[in-house]
């Protein structure tokens, strides 16, 4: 197993400026996890997040969290796998890898992630939508919601949904395309008066480069058969439930490609792109 550089933020009282960092491997963060992490991780509205954006947007692709570590640290979230294969769809601990067919596979605890964001989901708001809408009124009903914009929302939505458009991308080889370029192959899907679930985060302008400013959204269908990246929707009678995320505890590797990718770079219109 690889080793990671942990770093708890505390997002909420301090923005990004007072981070705690631990060079730790294995079985040193095990036998930290009850006494250091656990004061973190016994507060549910907790943010767990693996690398960054913005190496992926710079190709880091090599999975280096096992699924079955990413449970331990959250039941609903999204992400992707090693080598970029397919979308990844966290809900109600199971974890879902939608591949470039379209079908949604249950992921096996072994396989390994890039990037990812997951947390323990508990609804702090519900807001119900009776009319139809698309992506850009469903944003601005749901952000009137939002107590501040300084803070994480995790969101689930569940309903029935008129249109969705989602994609996947494919496995990629050495050496590995960057992101805008991985995603020139990915697969579009598109459904019909489909029920499911949309899954994921709006996050604070602030993380620009750390994960994605805004709404960043998978959808998994009722029976767990397809989903994908969400590109747009349209929804009617559907429920969404908002959780309240004030902390956000990330896990930057400290071997292979990210130890010398060029971080600095402003990349702000690429990851525009890719999320299109």
Same mark, same amino acid.
């Given at each position: 197993?690889?080793?990671?550089?942990?770093?708890?933020?505390?997002?909420?009282?301090?923005?990004?400026?007072?981070?705690?960092?631990?060079?730790?491997?294995?079985?040193?963060?095990?036998?930290?996890?009850?006494?250091?992490?656990?004061?973190?991780?016994?507060?549910?509205?907790?943010?767990?997040?693996?690398?960054?954006?913005?190496?992926?947007?710079?190709?880091?692709?090599?999975?280096?969290?096992?699924?079955?570590?990413?449970?331990?640290?959250?039941?609903?979230?999204?992400?992707?796998?090693?080598?970029?294969?397919?979308?990844?769809?966290?809900?109600?601990?199971?974890?879902?890898?939608?591949?470039?067919?379209?079908?949604?596979?249950?992921?096996?605890?072994?396989?390994?992630?890039?990037?990812?964001?997951?947390?323990?989901?508990?609804?702090?708001?519900?807001?119900?939508?009776?009319?139809?809408?698309?992506?850009?009124?469903?944003?601005?009903?749901?952000?009137?919601?939002?107590?501040?914009? @300084? #803070? $994480?929302? &995790?969101?689930?939505?569940? +309903?029935? !949904?008129?249109?969705?458009?989602?994609?996947?991308?494919?496995?990629? %080889?050495?050496?590995?395309?960057?992101?805008?370029?991985?995603?020139?192959?990915?697969?579009?899907?598109?459904?019909?008066?489909?029920?499911?679930?949309?899954?994921?985060?709006?996050?604070?302008?602030?993380?620009?480069?750390?994960?994605?400013?805004?709404?960043?959204?998978?959808?998994?269908?009722?029976?767990?058969?397809?989903?994908?990246?969400?590109?747009?929707?349209?929804?009617?009678?559907?429920?969404?439930?908002?959780?309240?995320?004030? @902390? #956000? $505890?990330? &896990?930057?590797?400290?071997? +292979?490609? !990210?130890?010398?990718?060029?971080?600095?770079?402003?990349?702000?219109? %690429?990851?525009?792109?890719?999320?299109?």
């Amino acid at each position: 197993m690889k080793k990671y550089l942990y770093a708890i933020k505390l997002v909420l009282l301090v923005i990004l400026a007072s981070t705690v960092a631990f060079a730790i491997g294995p079985n040193e963060y095990s036998a930290i996890s009850a006494e250091t992490e656990g004061k973190y991780l016994e507060d549910q509205d907790v943010l767990f997040q693996v690398s960054t954006i913005d190496a992926l947007l710079l190709s880091v692709y090599d999975g280096v969290l096992p699924v079955g570590e990413l449970k331990d640290h959250g039941d609903m979230g999204i992400g992707t796998f090693d080598r970029l294969e397919g979308e990844m769809v966290m809900i109600d601990g199971e974890c879902y890898q939608v591949r470039v067919d379209g079908r949604a596979y249950l992921v096996e605890d072994n396989v390994t992630t890039p990037f990812a964001t997951v947390t323990f989901f508990e609804a702090d708001e519900i807001v119900p939508i009776d009319e139809a809408v698309n992506y850009t009124q469903f944003g601005e009903i749901i952000e009137k919601h939002f107590p501040s914009e @300084n #803070i $994480f929302y &995790a969101i689930k939505i569940n +309903g029935t !949904f008129p249109y969705m458009k989602t994609r996947s991308v494919p496995a990629q %080889e050495k050496p590995y395309p960057k992101l805008i370029d991985a995603v020139q192959n990915q697969t579009v899907f598109e459904f019909y008066n489909v029920s499911g679930d949309v899954v994921g985060f709006w996050s604070p302008e602030f993380v620009d480069g750390i994960n994605v400013p805004g709404y960043h959204l998978h959808f998994i269908s009722d029976d767990r058969t397809t989903g994908g990246h969400i590109l747009n929707f349209e929804a009617e009678s559907v429920k969404i439930e908002l959780d309240l995320t004030s @902390n #956000i $505890f990330m &896990a930057l590797p400290t071997e +292979g490609d !990210f130890y010398s990718v060029d971080l600095t770079q402003d990349l702000q219109s %690429e990851l525009e792109t890719v999320e299109k």
